[in-house]
């Protein structure tokens, strides 16, 4: 099984609907964040946990919202999908300390029409 | 505008031949990491670096580091078709509980058979 693990990997979905991008991990690490990825933009950082209880907004979190369910689950909701949220989103973990890269998941494709 | 800014955006070499990227960057930080991606797949951590470090090995790679220039090149040694992915840098200037770990737009590295 994969470190992390996002699900769905591909979603269509219309404007205006909920929905809900999911990851889990398997490497024990408390830090949990998600990306989204657009060509030419490189990756934004949208929402970042350090631990269960600890949650922060990154630099593009409105029109999304988080929910850490446990260490190892950290999910992504889009409330009202609009079609500038198509993207790619990944989740990633790190260990604390600045000895460590991220550990990204394969991405979930989603587009909104 | 981005912290880290990659240099070139495309870059198409023979194999054999070195690929060399350049990451430059505007703020002070704690390090910097180079990331590999393969189409539409996640980031795969290749190295990090630390603020006083200046050069660093891993395999085929060599990155280096210089904070007066505030810039960062990646080498790839010998490159391999299996080689052909973009690669970003990600600059952390995170402090106390403040996340703060961007990534630039990437240099898509074509090697050719």
């Known amino acids: 099984d994969a470190d992390v693990t996002q699900t769905p990997r591909n979603r269509i979905t219309k404007t205006g609907k909920r929905i809900m991008l999911e990851c889990s991990q398997t490497k024990g690490h408390d830090r949990m964040y998600w990306y989204r990825q657009d060509p030419g933009l490189g990756l934004r950082l949208i929402y970042y946990s350090f631990d269960v209880k600890d949650i922060n907004k990154g630099e593009i979190s409105d029109g999304y919202s988080v929910s850490r369910q446990a260490q190892a689950k950290f999910s992504l909701s889009l409330e009202s999908a609009i079609p500038n949220q198509t993207a790619l989103y990944f989740c990633?973990?790190?260990?604390?300390?600045?000895?460590?890269?991220?550990?990204f998941g394969s991405g979930t494709r989603l587009t909104v029409v | 505008s981005q912290q880290g800014e990659e240099d070139p955006q495309a870059l198409s070499i023979q194999e054999g031949e070195n690929a060399t990227m350049n990451c430059s960057y505007k703020t002070s930080i704690n390090n910097l990491q180079w990331y590999r991606q393969n189409s539409g797949r996640g980031l795969v951590h290749l190295i990090l670096i630390r603020s006083n470090e200046r050069e660093k090995h891993s395999g085929r790679l060599r990155v280096t580091l210089d904070t007066s220039k505030k810039s960062s090149s990646l080498l790839i040694t010998a490159s391999r078709a299996a080689d052909t992915a973009s690669y970003f840098c990600?600059?952390?200037?995170?402090?106390?509980?403040?996340?703060?770990?961007?990534f630039g737009i990437g240099t898509k590295l074509q090697v050719i058979p």
């Open positions: 990633a973990t790190c260990e604390p300390g600045d000895y460590y890269g991220y550990t």
């Open positions: 990600a600059t952390d200037a995170s402090s106390g509980g403040y996340q703060k770990v961007t």
